[in-house]
């Protein structure tokens, strides 16, 4: 069964440090790859994904994602992270049909407190 | 309506009572999903609708839950004779179609308790 894995569950940065979230995804075959994101008192939204192409994308908010296929990996970067930036992220490859369906397979999340 | 809208938003129930959780999808989205987030935990997929039909009901985690969708709009997931360890988040979602590639808007979600 395809899994996500998320290693760090809480991280703690001040402003302006570079940030980066690991994600490992298990599944042999074609995937598609996100980053979601849920600030404190909102729902969950995009962040940027991954379906072909460029290995490196960019999403909202000067962040960036490198898939690495020989390491099954989907880190999650910003070069300088900011309070606003304080929110749960979330990892996730969408499962079944080659990934051609919407379904979504989620890691734990990572908790990320940007100090001021 | 302009996002996901769930209800309730916040319910706390008797262990061995019934709970209905209601989501209203983004107005013609025909794709509609439910996860579950346990305190601590990633969110878990239950089930997701293709109009009215389940072609994928995998994540259920046990026959005490069901869901069902109706005119291709609301949805309902039904918690039958509810236990402690169902406590969590229920996390309703939306996408234009169903395959990959539709962006897939959450709502805020229903936070059940069960004493």
């Known amino acids: 069964a395809q899994s996500v894995s998320q290693h760090n569950h809480h991280v703690i940065l001040s402003e302006a440090a570079s940030l980066e979230l690991g994600c490992n995804y298990s599944?042999?075959?074609?995937?598609?790859l996100f980053w979601y994101v849920q600030y404190p008192g909102q729902h969950l939204q995009l962040l940027l994904k991954?379906?072909?192409?460029?290995?490196l994308v960019k999403g909202i908010k000067g962040f960036e994602a490198e898939f690495i296929k020989s390491k099954f990996s989907f880190n999650l970067r910003k070069p300088s992270v900011q309070w606003s930036d304080t929110a749960e992220y979330f990892c996730?490859?969408?499962?079944?049909?080659?990934?051609?369906?919407?379904?979504?397979?989620f890691g734990t999340g990572t908790l990320l407190a940007v100090q001021p | 309506g302009a996002g996901v809208s769930q209800s309730p938003s916040n319910k706390v129930t008797e262990k061995g009572k019934d709970v209905e959780l209601r989501c209203d999808p983004i107005?013609?989205?025909?794709?509609l999903y439910w996860y579950r987030q346990r305190l601590g935990q990633g969110l878990e997929f239950l089930i997701y609708?293709?109009?009215?039909?389940?072609?994928?009901k995998s994540g259920l985690p046990s026959d005490r839950f069901s869901a069902e969708r109706t005119g291709e709009s609301v949805s309902t997931l039904t918690i039958q004779r509810t236990q402690q360890e169902d406590s969590a988040v229920y996390l309703c979602?939306?996408?234009?179609?169903?395959?990959?590639?539709?962006?897939?808007?959450f709502g805020e979600g229903s936070w059940l308790t069960v004493v």
């Open positions: 979602a939306s996408s234009r179609l169903w395959d990959s590639g539709n962006t897939i808007y």
């Open positions: 599944y042999g075959g074609t995937v598609n």
């Open positions: 991954y379906f072909s192409g460029d290995p």
């Open positions: 996730a490859v969408n499962a079944g049909l080659g990934g051609a369906t919407n379904k979504l397979i």
């Open positions: 107005s013609g989205h025909t794709a």
């Open positions: 609708f293709q109009g009215n039909s389940a072609p994928d």
